[in-house]
Structures are given as structure tokens and as C-alpha cells.
């Protein structure tokens, strides 16, 4: 089985081919058009513009992830299985060019789609390949229940996954996201755009010059007895503590290394209290700040305490928006028949799982 995969939902144009093997889902091709050298100038993503760069962009874009894939012109009619888009949550121009263009390919080729919540595609991230890790096992079911720590610019969640497409989200962030806090943390400290890199940057060199932190910013939440998330406090206090020092440029990288360590306590604090009280046998990480290579390193060493559960994360070339997690989501549902007809297909920006 191949499926195509179209992910469109931000400033990302991404195709990809992905095909089940006899240990599980490889990628045969990952075509990514970025659009942040566009969007930098702004500090955010301007959803006119992104819309207009994916209609530019998704064809030529889906063409050469056919090409990669070995599938010539003319032949993904008798090669592509099944069409996987993503259908929201994201920017209703940019879904709407994905979703058009899936639409159209399934009538031309005759070939079915699936839909797909961009949340769940970041969670089948670690998915692939995953049944290679997992083929001498005698039930592959043993990762669940599981536990998904889905941290991007948009959301910030913790979604308990007790089978395929059975999901129940326990936990989200009631204003911003860890992504966003940290694009406007940065915003604020004027370091660059995206945030979270740019200050992963700098709190990286406070670590190689083993620096003493000077400035202690709050933990928003980390006692709650619930599993929800608030990140627009710490963006306020850190607001206040450049303030209080007018010469502040001269100490980023203890600013930064404080505001990604008060984001990461929190998260971690949170994953390991659910994960205990559900009893779950694996934690996964998922979304772009996944990509946080302290979130990472810290994670791995909070989950490895814990009796009898696994620790999973995506590549890194999986993290951030892209069309084999979209493909492998949609090879699972695949899988179960869940097909929706091509004219039923239709953008839900505000999508929930």
C-alpha cells in the first residue's frame, strides 16, 4: 500500500509518499517548500500570503514527491492507494489549497482519501516506521495506553491514546501554546523569528559557558491538580523582568535558558502526573517543539524513571509540519476503511480530535 500524503495547514507546502513494507511504514519521499524566510519580516505568519505561496507551490511540490517516490508520470493511478490531507486544525486559506487539491487528484485518479486532524499527524510522526522496532513482539498493541505530549505553536496538549484513532484529550493550554509563548518571548527580547530555535540558541550558550542563572521566572500551573497549561503568565513576567533591566540584551542567554526551563518543568511536570495516574505503558512526544533538544534530553531522563513505560519521540526531520506523518495517519486509517467521499471532504480550521 502507498499512500500520498498533503499537508498545507500553515506556511508549510509538504507532500510525501509513504508505503507499508513488511516492518512497517517507510518514506519513499519528503518534499517540504518552506515559507519562513517570507514570513520572518513579519514575526508571524500572514495567512493571505501563505495561502497564496501553497497555490504556487502544491503542485510542483506533490509532482516531485511522485518523482522521489520512483511513481513516473501518468502511473499514481495504479500506484497511490489512497490520497491522506490534512483538514484542520490550521489557516483556512492554506487548508483549503491541500484540500482542493486532494479533492481533485482522488476524482482524477480515481483513488479514495482520507482525512486528517493535523494534531493526530503529529502524533503518527512517531509512528514511522515504528512496526520495525516492534516486529518481534508477539502484540503490538503493548504501547498502549499512551500518553501524547503535543507541544507546537498552536497547541499545547496531552492527548491519552488508548488504540488507533481512539483518542481523549486530558489536558490543553487555556491561552497560549509553548510554540507561541516562546515566538513572542523572542519577540520581545528581539532575537529572531521562530522563537523557539532562536532561544534554544541562546540558552545553549549559557550551557557551554556553564553561567550561574541569575533571573528565576515563574512556573505557571505546575501545581494544578488538573492537566491544563497557561504560558501567557510567564510571557507577562518575562515582560516585566526586561524591564526592570534596561541593560538586558547583555544577559539573553540567561533569559532565554530561564524561559525554556520554566516551559520545560512545566510540561514535564504535567506528562510525568498523568502518566502515573493513567498508568500508561508508553510517552510520546509530538509537534515542533518537540524538536527542543532540552525538552527532549529531559523528558527521556523523567520517563526512564518510571516502572515498565517506554519513551518515544520523533525524528527531528518529523517534528515540525510535514507530509509523512500526515501519510502514515493516513495509511492507519487506511487500514480501517475510515475513507471520506472526495465530495464530502471539506476544511475544519478549528478541528478537534
Partial sequence: MKILGIETSCDETAAAVVEETRHGVSVLSNVISSQIDIHKKYGGVVPEVAAREHVLNILPVVNEALLKANIKNGEAPKK???????????????????????KVLSYAWNVPVVGINHIEGHIYANFIGDAKK???QKNKKTIFPTLILTVSGGHTMLVLMRGHGKYETIGETRDDAAGEAFDKAAAMMKIGYPGGPAISAYAEQLTMNNERLTIKLPRPMINSKDYDFSFSGLKTALLYELKKNPNYKLQIPNYCAEFQQAVIDVLISK?????????????????GVSANIEL??????????????????????????????????????????????????????????
Fill in 271 to 287: 506528562t510525568i502526573k498523568a502518566a502515573k495516574e493513567y498508568k500508561v505503558k508508553t510517552v510520546m512526544l509530538s509537534g
Fill in 296 to 353: 527532549r534530553k529531559q523528558m527521556k531522563k523523567a520517563i526512564n524513571i518510571l516502572d515498565n513505560v517506554k519513551f518515544k519521540m520523533p525524528d527531528l526531520k518529523y517534528t515540525t509540519d510535514n507530509a509523512p506523518m500526515i501519510a502514515t495517519a493516513g495509511y492507519y486509517k487506511a487500514k480501517r476503511k475510515k475513507f471520506t467521499p472526495w465530495k464530502k471532504l471539506k476544511v475544519d480550521c478549528n478541528a478537534e480530535l
Fill in 134 to 136: 516492534t516486529r518481534k
Fill in 80 to 102: 497511490i492507494n489512497a490520497i491522506a490531507v490534512t483538514i484542520g486544525p490550521g489557516l483556512i486559506t492554506s487548508l483549503i489549497v491541500g484540500i482542493e487539491t486532494a
